[in-house]
């Protein structure tokens, strides 16, 4: 199969991949933390505790949302690299820099288009990142 992101060479694909596999085993990891915390915490119920309870509750969900949220765009570009769109801006089809992709590996956009995003999410709320945002939210909301 030919590969689209031929800018990027087979060790540049290689480095974000283990990089990619890396942060996934981590938030994994922390997962099974939180998972065990949960079952511990159901047998010390005690009602007096009930509301700090579940103000560590809303403060933990947050967090495994945003994770679970970051656990999906990692598995996103694990696929990309396996079909070989690794790096392509999904928005301009241009191809992102390798610096970038380094220092952020679940890069979606091109340093351009994501300068963009950024200003229609300042002008407008209801702009597309949000929307795709609380799409995520919605499908974390499915799963649990
Ligand atoms: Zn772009």
């Given at each position: ?92 089809g241009a ?26 999410e300042k002008?407008?709320?209801?702009g597309k ?16």
């Amino acid at each position: 199969m030919e590969r689209e992101n031929v800018f990027l060479s087979d060790n540049d694909l290689a480095f974000i991949q283990i990089r990619l596999l890396k942060e996934k085993e981590s938030i994994l990891a922390k997962k099974k933390d939180f998972d065990s915390f949960c079952l511990d915490k159901n047998e010390l119920s005690d009602p007096l505790d009930e509301a700090s309870i579940n103000v560590q509750t809303s403060h933990e969900l947050r967090f495994r949302n945003r994770e679970i949220f970051f656990l999906k765009k990692i598995n996103k570009s694990l696929l990309k690299i396996k079909e070989g769109s690794y790096g392509l801006c999904e928005e301009c089809g241009a191809e992102i820099t390798f610096e970038r992709l380094r220092a952020r590996p679940t890069a979606e956009l091109c340093i351009n288009c994501k300068e963009e995003a950024e200003l229609g999410e300042k002008n407008n709320i209801f702009g597309k990142t949000s929307k795709s945002l609380g799409k995520s939210i919605s499908e974390v909301g499915i799963t649990r």
